[in-house]
C-alpha cells in the first residue's frame, strides 16, 4: 500500500509504501523486518516473524531512547510476552502495538508531527 502522507521533513527517514515482503522507506526498498527511527533504519531486524521476538530485539529498539515505541507485528496483530511490555516501561517509553500495516501509517503520522518515534515493524509475509 502506497502511503500519500508527506509531511515528514527532508532529513528524516519516511515510509512510502508497504506490502508482503517488501518496505520502502525514502525509496529504498528493505525485504526484511527492521527497525525505523526519524534519524535511522536499522535493516535485517531478527525477528522474522512474531513468535522469533525475544528481549535483546526489543532492546535494540530501547537504545535509540525514543519517547514512544510502535511494534509492527505482520499482517496481524499479536500481543508480545508480558515481560517484553513491562521492560519497556521501565524506561517510561510509550508503547503501541498492531499489525505492521497500521504501524507504518502511525510511525509517519508521528514522524511528521516530529515526535521521537522508533518503530520495530516485522515484515509483513509475501
Known amino acids: 500500500m502506497k502511503i500519500d502522507l508527506d509531511t515528514t521533513p527532508d532529513d528524516h527517514y519516511r515510509i512510502d509504501a508497504y506490502q508482503g515482503g517488501l518496505i520502502s522507506i525514502n525509496g529504498e526498498h528493505y525485504t526484511s523486518s ?23 530485539h526489543i532492546e535494540q529498539i530501547i537504545q535509540l531512547k525514543p519517547e514512544i515505541i510502535i511494534l ?4 496481524q496483530l499479536y500481543f508480545p510476552a508480558p515481560e517484553l511490555i513491562a521492560r519497556i516501561f521501565e524506561f517510561e517509553i510509550g508503547f503501541e502495538v498492531m499489525d505492521t500495516g497500521a504501524a507504518c501509517r502511525c510511525y509517519n503520522l508521528l514522524a511528521s508531527d516530529k515526535r521521537n518515534v522508533a518503530a520495530g515493524l516485522i515484515m509483513i509475509q509475501p
Open 72 to 75: 509492527g507485528t505482520g499482517q
Open 34 to 56: 527492521l527497525i525505523i527511527s526519524p534519524g535511522k533504519v536499522i535493516p535485517d531486524w531478527p525477528p522474522s516473524v512474531f513468535t522469533d521476538l525475544a528481549s535483546q
